[in-house]
Nanobody, 121 residues
Framework: QVQVVESGGGLVQAGESLRLSCVAS????????MAWFRQAPGKEREFVAG?????HYVDSVKGRFTISRDYAKNTVYLQMTSLKPEDTAIYYC?????????????????WGQGTQVTVSS
């Protein structure tokens, strides 16, 4: 059974950094593209970053967030720097058995439960 579990969220001040982790199990990690989405209160879930053959970021996080993966640990990371209050959201990790980096919810088959990131001003 495929499981995707996020961790690393928390409360930080604007300008600070945070690293999210996502451990995937029950799958052949090297065959999957991985992505981070986020959902702010009252808003739709949106794509943040993805990694497959390439990496892809939403414009609002380019230059501040970095996605990476550790094949030995079946883990994908999201390093977030220069955090802003508008980055406050629940961050979700997702997996898809494809190396194409999709940017929509339907591109991903497996989802974690999410981890809360709150950035205070």
């Amino acid at each position: 059974q495929v499981q995707v579990v996020e961790s690393g969220g928390g409360l930080v001040q604007a300008g600070e950094s945070l690293r999210l982790s996502c451990v995937a199990s029950g799958l052949t990690f090297s065959r999957y593209s991985m992505a981070w989405f986020r959902q702010a209160p009252g808003k739709e879930r949106e794509f943040v970053a993805g990694i497959g053959w390439t990496t892809h970021y939403v414009d609002s996080v380019k230059g501040r967030f970095t996605i990476s993966r550790d094949y030995a640990k079946n883990t994908v990371y999201l390093q977030m720097t220069s955090l802003k209050p508008e980055d406050t959201a629940i961050y979700y990790c997702a997996a898809d058995e494809s190396w194409r980096v999709g940017t929509t919810l339907v591109d991903y088959n497996y989802w974690g439960q999410g981890t809360q990131v709150t950035v205070s001003s």
